[in-house]
Antibody, heavy 122, light 110 residues
């Protein structure tokens, strides 16, 4: 239901744009996030964007000012623009849709994509 | 945005019960009933197991249960089965549109 693309090998200081295309659900009604996992490490929340009408976003401190999350509901797509990339950004990036018992409180990371591999190295 | 604290490993024999703890602060687990648990098998994407402290995700057997007391949440797996062997992660809402994960617990079924 969620398919990421755009992962690649990039040099430190470079940029990359990840995309995620959704199918089989009403994309526009769900909060969407990016969660990453460095090699051999645990999960780390990266960024979240709420519904367009709410227009709220959140970022982990380590990517603030460098990464931008956005969405295009017409295309059922989620994006992550990553600038000024560093070696410690190397990870698998998962596109995730949220869920909650209330549409205004969606705090569970519900449906996960297969992940996009990003490697930052010279 | 400090990570939640989980034990690195846990184990149990088939049929037994095991409980995994997840300790946070009064700025995340202690302040919100938005704790979730995820199961991740090797080289697979994580799967939601428990959300909002104790609600089971669709298709998750009732052998899995969640609870919370103060700043600590817990996941209990009863009647352990070989397929339960995996990494388990907790997460919590931390306010102001931010979330935090635990470091993960590797569950071994002996």
């Amino acid at each position: 239901q969620l398919v990421e693309s755009g992962g690649d090998l990039v040099q430190p200081g470079g940029s990359l744009r990840l995309s995620c295309e959704a199918s089989d659900f009403t994309f526009g009604t769900y909060w969407m996030s990016w969660v990453r996992q460095a090699p051999g490490k645990g999960l780390e929340w990266v960024a979240t964007i709420k519904q367009v009408e709410i227009n709220e976003r959140g970022y982990v401190d380590s990517v603030k000012g460098r990464f931008t999350i956005s969405r295009d509901n017409a295309r059922k797509s989620l994006f992550l623009q990553m600038d000024s990339l560093r070696a410690d950004d190397t990870a698998i990036y998962y596109c995730v849709s949220h869920y909650g018992e209330s549409a205004i409180e969606q705090h569970a990371f519900d449906v996960w994509g297969q992940g996009a591999k990003v490697t930052v190295s010279s | 945005q400090s990570a939640l604290t989980q034990p690195p490993s846990a184990s149990g024999s088939p049929g037994q019960s095991v409980t995994i703890s997840c300790t946070g602060t009064n700025m995340n687990i202690g302040d919100y009933d938005f704790v979730s648990w995820y199961q991740q098998h090797p080289d697979k994407a994580p799967q939601l197991v428990i959300y909002e402290v104790s609600r089971r995700s669709s298709g998750v057997p009732d052998r899995f249960s969640g609870s919370k007391s103060g700043n600590t949440a817990s996941l209990t797996v009863s009647g352990l089965r070989p397929e339960d062997e995996a990494d388990y992660y907790c997460s919590s809402y931390a306010g102001t549109n931010s979330w935090v994960f635990g470091g993960g617990t590797k569950l071994t079924v002996l």
